[in-house]
């Protein structure tokens, strides 16, 4: 017999876990429906965690702004961006300052910034991109693990050299 979710915080990581399932079949097939579904489970589960599950929130949130860059960068469209740069931002704001995936956020941050700014051109967020990349660096730098924060110094570059 199947095993039925006993709280909201077992339905939302069920749902998120779903949502994670259609984002795989997207990088495989990339089809946008796929992408479509997991926005929509996701969606779902941040539903059911906003007010019973925080600590499982932040990488729900992190994830989901991550599909919406994914769907910024199927549709080109400013709006699917500033949902990114949204829930991407909102994640952030939900973790604490030890939480490991802290560096990673930042960077993703630091990413759409980047891509708005090629978008719309304005300096602002590349000035802010920088900003949020340093503070990545600097956040991962502390955590020992070289291979990370080497892409995190390689975007960094990046940023610097636009």
């Known amino acids: 017999m199947a095993s039925t979710p006993q709280s909201v915080p077992d339905l939302a990581r069920l749902f998120a876990s779903r949502g994670n399932v259609h984002v795989q079949r997207y990088l ?31 990488p729900m949130l992190a994830k989901f ?7 910024y960068e199927c549709t080109d469209r400013k709006s699917d961006l500033d949902e990114a740069l949204r829930y991407t931002l909102w994640a952030l704001d939900d973790v604490s300052d030890l939480d ?9 941050v630091s990413h759409i910034l980047a891509s708005r700014h090629e978008r719309v051109g304005e300096g602002q967020d590349l000035e802010e991109a920088i900003s949020r990349m340093r503070t990545a660096v600097r956040i991962q730098s502390t955590k020992g693990e070289g291979s990370l924060l080497a ?12």
């Not at 965690?49 to 932040?58: F, K």
């Not at 702004?65 to 769907?71: E, F, N």
């Not at 892409?151 to 636009?162: P, T, W």
Request: proline share 2%; charged share 20%.
């Open 28 to 58: 495989h097939s990339q089809k946008r429906d796929d992408l479509e579904r997991a926005i929509s489970t996701v969606r779902t589960a941040i539903g059911l965690a906003q007010n019973d599950s925080r600590p499982v929130l932040g």
């Open 65 to 71: 702004g991550t599909m919406w860059l994914m769907r």
């Open 100 to 108: 490991s995936d802290q560096a990673i956020m930042l960077a993703t």
């Open 151 to 162: 892409i995190m110094f390689n975007n960094l570059g990046g940023l610097l050299f636009r």
